[in-house]
């Protein structure tokens, strides 16, 4: 699996924090690359399926380990 262009680490975060810092981040994301969020809070599944629908972004992978969600994003750009 490739490295993800940018991490963004906001366990302990609930929402709607950890979107709007990935919102903000992905900026920094060139187009067609990918951000991977790590994220403590049980609603950032919903809040990250959104978010990918609202922006055009695109939720290539989600995993959940330990209580911590993993997505993986790429910018639509």
Do not use: H, W
Request: charged share 25%.
């Amino acid at each position: 699996m490739a490295e993800p262009n940018k991490s963004l680490d906001v366990q302990g975060l609930t929402c709607p924090i950890p979107v709007l810092k990935a919102k903000k981040a992905m900026k920094d994301v060139p187009k067609g690359g990918t951000l991977e969020v790590l994220a403590t809070d049980p609603g950032s599944v919903e809040d990250f399926d959104v978010f990918c629908k609202t922006t055009g972004a695109k939720l290539l992978e989600q995993t959940s380990e330990n209580g911590v969600y993993r997505f993986l994003i790429r910018n639509a750009g």
